[in-house]
């Protein structure tokens, strides 16, 4: 349990090495913050921003809109901050909630955090980026994303569910 605020523990262990000191255990980009403290760190923020994005859609929309998040933990996030917010479950492909289904979203709306545009103009007709998720001391690669609406699946989401599936 981390006894120090997160920015008191980056300054601290900084002249020591910060997040690269001790075993490494991210292959990916290590920002101020351990990958064992920062991924305690951002979930909230990115849940509120996302929540911002659903609040101002119609309420036409609010009543298809489904949440997808590419990893478990953007989508556990959701699930856990996202009633206070009055968001719907989220989905995923990544790990468990892959056997979940897509929960009936049928891609007329949907929210959903990173990703590439061009990409996701592949299966969307509408991609529209509403906002930006910002978090000081999570993992640099949940820091600074963007939030998307996407409007008009090119195919049903219960075609398309099984690409979404990742095991990793």
Same mark, same amino acid.
């Given at each position: 349990?981390?006894?120090?605020?997160?920015?008191?523990?980056? !300054?601290?262990?900084?002249?020591?090495?910060?997040?690269?000191?001790?075993?490494?255990?991210?292959?990916? @980009?290590?920002?101020?913050?351990? @990958?064992?403290?920062?991924?305690?760190?951002?979930?909230?923020?990115?849940?509120?921003?996302?929540?911002?994005?659903?609040?101002?859609?119609?309420?036409?929309? !609010?009543?298809?809109?489904?949440?997808?998040?590419?990893?478990?933990?953007?989508?556990?996030?959701?699930?856990?901050?996202?009633?206070?917010?009055?968001?719907?479950?989220?989905?995923?492909?990544?790990?468990?909630?892959?056997?979940?289904?897509? !929960?009936?979203?049928?891609?007329?709306?949907?929210?959903?955090?990173?990703?590439?545009?061009?990409?996701?103009?592949?299966?969307?007709?509408?991609?529209?980026?509403?906002?930006?998720?910002?978090?000081?001391?999570?993992?640099?690669?949940?820091?600074?994303?963007?939030?998307?609406?996407?409007?008009?699946? !090119? @195919?049903?989401?219960?075609?398309?569910?099984?690409?979404?599936?990742?095991?990793?």
């Amino acid at each position: 349990m981390p006894v120090l605020p997160p920015e008191t523990f980056a !300054r601290l262990t900084a002249p020591f090495g910060g997040a690269e000191a001790g075993p490494k255990q991210e292959r990916q @980009q290590l920002g101020a913050l351990p @990958q064992h403290f920062a991924d305690r760190q951002g979930w909230e923020e990115m849940v509120a921003t996302v929540a911002g994005a659903y609040a101002r859609l119609s309420p036409a929309d !609010r009543a298809v809109a489904c949440i997808y998040m590419a990893n478990y933990g953007r989508a556990g996030a959701i699930d856990f901050y996202g009633p206070r917010y009055g968001l719907p479950p989220a989905i995923s492909g990544h790990n468990s909630y892959y056997l979940w289904g897509p !929960r009936g979203c049928n891609g007329e709306v949907v929210l959903t955090t990173g990703g590439n545009p061009e990409e996701l103009r592949t299966g969307f007709a509408q991609v529209e980026q509403v906002a930006t998720v910002t978090c000081a001391y999570c993992m640099p690669y949940e820091n600074d994303l963007p939030v998307y609406v996407l409007r008009g699946a !090119r @195919q049903p989401v219960a075609e398309v569910w099984a690409m979404t599936k990742s095991f990793q």
